[in-house]
């Protein structure tokens, strides 16, 4: 990798070009936790990395915001989006603000709380190397300075200079950042990775910072670069078909008595849901070892939790939708020590107490009956909850192993026809929690589905892991918790804005591709992460309930008809994301498209001769699953527009 520098290191330059960038229209993009993502012009993202970092004074440790890492809080006024953040001792506000033309302002504030020794506090902006590798860097407004003063500190730095801005220009991206006052910029190579990114630390302070000192600086960044409006190729293989998509589902896990039921009315009326799932408040359900819960219930000793849990359940069931069944927190009696409400250690959950486990299944099977013989309910599946991480039953991979060998006999042998799900992890990269498993064929005969949730580690690698794990033992694959922040809950100003949406339906889309999923359960149709606003959802009591975009999106993947199976689809355009279903005996297909670059000119090919027309609908930041003018197929061939950042679906009925 290299930078071109010209001679004493940059053109020394006051010059600031006013034709320099493009008029166009923009929108800065970061992620729920405030990093920005880059700037979209013309619906096409300039991509790069703004994170906020502290570092030590000898540079060998450097704090940078990023997921889960810090404590957040996010709100919007207008165009301006807030953030907030406490990284130890130091407490700051971050605001990004639209400005037009290309344009995003980053306004930072921060204070110290106690007196703090760093090498300083920055904005800094990580360039990827695929575009600014080559480029050439050219100060704005540079301090008067002597020879020594320019030498880069450190190997891997390029330059150290106080000046005004900076701007980087490569054949096509182009970069400038403007300071409201002078500081020093420091241009790094990034040294763990050969070919990494371009580093530029902006300074906000340095030094020694005194107890309730405040500090604060404006960065006006500009993007541009070249707008890929190339047209789109897609090509369909229906002649290869997958493993069945049943539709979008949805978990119900009953938290807000309040806010909840309006919204699960919502949903229910106005999606068509074809999995669930609901909690099994089993602390509630069984809270003294010596008793008989059953027993207790027709007593009229059913805690409300838990007949309110049954009621959701008997709902669901009498609409037609299978129902899954996860507990979360284990009776007292249950636990291996008291129960941990709160990481103690690092360490999440309660491991189950292994004396007791002829009690435990019978205490789950107890609670399933019971939904049986008084409320009509086949509990289809069984899982504690995420228990590879301890949320809150905590399990080994063995342990885990064991119940699904245990608790699966034990139901069968009382008549019960639930399964249990192999893995339901709190990540999608908790896959080799199902190898033991798999190991034991013992388990196979109990297993009535593969789960995972997928709020973190959902590349490529992992989720083909997940599609060959069912594969292996022939059973579907579901998402049992799909989103893509599991800490967005103290933040959920985040949900409403339209990167969060596109991000999760272009990461459902993917999963769709790759995983070949019977199901995406949403979570969650309730009041909570909920897709919904208004209505005293998150607080908003000030507006009546209404859909939001995340809606939009989760109700036209739920219009995918019912019937249709996976098959491979190519796309020649890495940034657009693209998922096909179909049924070749009933001609019935569903393209799926998520764009993340701009404008431009699609043709899809390999559809069969009897499809002669498309519907299109399109969800985006302006459009709801708005209906466009049908597409002619011919020859098993169609063309259309595909809308910037936007997610689309071509549907033959």
Same mark, same amino acid.
């Not at 500090?215 to 409006?229: H, L, M, Q």
């Not at 190898?435 to 034991?440: G, M, P, S």
């Not at 670059?597 to 002669?612: V, Y």
């Given at each position: 990798?290299?930078?071109?520098?010209?001679?004493?290191?940059?053109?020394?330059s006051?010059?600031?070009?006013?034709t320099?960038?493009?008029?166009a229209?923009?929108?800065?993009?970061? @992620?729920?936790?405030?990093?920005?993502?880059?700037?979209?012009?013309?619906?096409?993202?300039?991509?790069?990395?703004? =994170?906020?970092?502290?570092?030590?004074?000898?540079?060998?440790?450097?704090?940078?915001t990023?997921?889960?890492?810090?404590?957040?809080?996010?709100?919007r006024e207008?165009?301006?989006?807030?953030?907030?953040? $406490?990284?130890? =001792?130091?407490f700051?506000?971050?605001?990004?603000?639209?400005?037009?033309?290309?344009?995003?302002?980053?306004? #930072?504030?921060?204070?110290?709380? &106690?007196?703090?020794?760093?090498?300083?506090?920055?904005?800094?902006?990580?360039?990827?190397?695929?575009?600014?590798?080559?480029?050439? #860097?050219?100060?704005?407004?540079?301090?008067?300075?002597?020879?020594?003063?320019?030498?880069?500190?450190?190997?891997?730095e390029?330059?150290?200079? /106080?000046?005004?801005?900076?701007?980087? @220009? =490569?054949?096509? $991206?182009?970069?400038?950042?403007?300071?409201?006052?002078?500081?020093?910029?420091?241009v790094?190579?990034?040294?763990?990775?050969?070919?990494?990114? &371009?580093?530029?630390?902006?300074?906000?302070?340095?030094?020694s910072?005194?107890?309730?000192?405040t500090?604060?600086?404006?960065?006006?960044?500009?993007?541009?670069?070249?707008?890929?409006?190339e047209?789109?190729?897609l090509?369909?293989?229906?002649?290869?078909?997958?493993?069945?998509?049943?539709?979008?589902?949805?978990?119900?896990?009953?938290?807000?008595?309040?806010?909840?039921?309006?919204?699960?009315?919502?949903?229910?009326?106005?999606?068509?849901?074809?999995?669930?799932?609901?909690?099994?408040?089993?602390?509630?359900?069984?809270?003294?070892?010596?008793?008989?819960?059953?027993?207790?219930?027709?007593?009229?000793?059913?805690?409300?939790?838990?007949?309110?849990?049954?009621?959701?359940?008997?709902?669901?069931d009498?609409?037609?939708i299978?129902?899954?069944?996860?507990?979360?927190? /284990?009776p007292e009696?249950?636990?291996?020590?008291?129960?941990?409400?709160r990481?103690?250690?690092?360490?999440?959950?309660?491991?189950l107490d292994?004396?007791?486990?002829?009690?435990?299944?019978?205490?789950?099977?107890?609670?399933?009956?019971?939904?049986?013989?008084?409320?009509? #309910?086949e509990?289809?599946?069984? =899982?504690?909850?995420?228990?590879?991480?301890?949320?809150? &039953?905590?399990?080994?991979?063995?342990?885990?192993?064991?119940?699904?060998?245990?608790?699966?006999?034990?139901?069968?042998?009382?008549?019960?026809?639930?399964?249990?799900?192999?893995?339901?992890?709190?990540?999608?990269n908790?896959?080799?929690?199902?190898?033991?498993?798999?190991?034991?064929?013992?388990?196979?005969?109990?297993?009535?589905a593969?789960?995972?949730?997928?709020?973190?580690?959902?590349?490529?690698?992992?989720?083909?892991?997940?599609?060959?794990?069912?594969?292996?033992?022939?059973?579907?694959?579901? #998402?049992?918790?799909?989103?893509?922040?599991?800490?967005?809950?103290?933040?959920?100003a985040?949900?409403?804005?339209?990167?969060?949406?596109?991000?999760?339906?272009?990461?459902?889309?993917?999963?769709?591709?790759?995983?070949?999923?019977l199901?995406?359960?949403?979570?969650?149709?309730?009041?909570?992460?909920?897709?919904?606003?208004?209505?005293?959802?998150?607080?908003n009591?000030?507006?009546?309930?209404?859909? *939001?975009?995340r809606?939009?999106?989760?109700?036209?993947?739920?219009?995918t008809?019912?019937?249709?199976?996976?098959m491979?689809?190519?796309?020649?355009k890495?940034?657009v994301?693209?998922?096909a279903?179909?049924?070749?005996?009933q001609? *019935?297909f569903?393209?799926?498209?998520?764009?993340n670059?701009?404008?431009?000119?699609?043709?899809?090919?390999?559809?069969?001769?009897?499809?002669?027309?498309?519907?299109?609908y399109?969800?985006?930041?302006?459009?709801?699953?708005?209906e466009?003018?049908r597409?002619?197929?011919?020859?098993?061939?169609?063309?259309?527009?595909?809308?910037?950042?936007?997610?689309?679906?071509?549907?033959?009925?």
């Open positions: 990798m290299k930078l071109n520098i010209c001679p004493l290191l940059v053109w020394l006051v010059f600031v070009s006013t320099f960038f493009q008029e229209s923009a929108q800065a993009e970061f @992620t729920t936790w405030g990093n920005l993502t880059g700037i979209r012009v013309d619906g096409q993202l300039m991509t790069f990395e703004g =994170s906020l970092c502290v570092v030590n004074a000898d540079w060998s440790r450097i704090r940078q990023a997921r889960e890492r810090q404590e957040i809080r996010f709100s207008g165009e301006k989006q807030i953030f907030t953040y $406490r990284m130890d =001792s130091l700051f506000t971050e605001t990004i603000t639209n400005t037009g033309s290309g344009t995003a302002t980053v306004e #930072v504030t921060f204070t110290s709380k &106690v007196d703090t020794t760093m090498a300083g506090a920055f904005f800094r902006l990580d360039l990827p190397a695929a575009f600014y590798a080559d480029s050439k #860097v050219q100060l704005i407004a540079p301090a008067e300075l002597s020879l020594s003063e320019t030498i880069p500190n450190g190997q891997n390029y330059l150290r200079v /106080p000046a005004g801005g900076v701007r980087f @220009t =490569s054949p096509y $991206r182009q970069l400038e950042v403007m300071l409201n006052e002078p500081a020093e910029i420091i790094k190579a990034d040294p763990t990775q050969p070919n990494g990114v &371009v580093q530029v630390y902006l300074t906000i302070a340095t030094d910072i005194k107890t309730g000192q500090n604060s600086k404006t960065f006006t960044i500009k993007a541009t670069g070249d707008i890929d409006k047209p789109l190729e090509r369909v293989f229906p002649a290869h078909k997958g493993r069945e998509f049943a539709g979008i589902g949805g978990n119900f896990r009953l938290q807000n008595p309040k806010a909840d039921p309006q919204v699960i009315d919502y949903s229910l009326e106005n999606l068509r849901v074809a999995w669930s799932r609901v909690e099994m408040p089993w602390g509630f359900w069984h809270p003294e070892e010596n008793t008989d819960p059953i027993a207790a219930a027709k007593n009229g000793n059913l805690h409300e939790r838990v007949k309110a849990a049954m009621e959701m359940a008997q709902r669901l009498k609409m037609g299978p129902v899954i069944l996860s507990a979360w927190f /284990p009696w249950a636990a291996d020590g008291p129960i941990q409400f990481p103690q250690g690092g360490v999440y959950g309660n491991a292994s004396a007791k486990t002829d009690k435990i299944y019978q205490s789950i099977a107890d609670y399933i009956q019971y939904l049986k013989d008084q409320y009509g #309910v509990i289809v599946m069984f =899982s504690f909850n995420e228990s590879d991480l301890g949320i809150n &039953v905590r399990q080994t991979p063995k342990e885990h192993a064991q119940l699904i060998k245990g608790l699966g006999a034990y139901l069968a042998a009382r008549g019960l026809n639930t399964k249990l799900l192999l893995g339901d992890t709190a990540d999608a908790g896959w080799p929690f199902t190898l033991a498993t798999l190991e034991d064929p013992e388990t196979y005969p109990y297993i009535g593969v789960s995972f949730h997928s709020w973190r580690g959902y590349s490529d690698e992992n989720l083909y892991r997940w599609h060959d794990i069912a594969n292996r033992i022939n059973v579907p694959l579901l #998402v049992g918790e799909g989103s893509i922040d599991a800490g967005a809950w103290r933040y959920p985040i949900f409403e804005e339209p990167t969060y949406a596109l991000d999760e339906i272009n990461l459902y889309t993917r999963i769709l591709a790759i995983c070949e999923p199901s995406i359960l949403q979570w969650q149709l309730t009041s909570d992460y909920s897709a919904m606003s208004g209505g005293g959802v998150f607080g009591d000030e507006d009546p309930l209404y859909p *939001t975009q809606f939009w999106n989760l109700k036209q993947l739920g219009a008809p019912e019937g249709v199976f996976a491979p689809i190519t796309s020649n890495k940034d994301t693209a998922a279903l179909g049924n070749n005996d001609n *019935t569903a393209i799926h498209l998520v764009n670059g701009s404008n431009r000119q699609a043709t899809l090919s390999g559809l069969p001769s009897g499809i002669k027309e498309l519907h299109i399109v969800t985006n930041q302006e459009k709801s699953m708005e466009g003018k597409i002619r197929v011919t020859n098993g061939k169609a063309q259309f527009m595909l809308e910037a950042a936007s997610y689309t679906t071509l549907m033959s009925k």
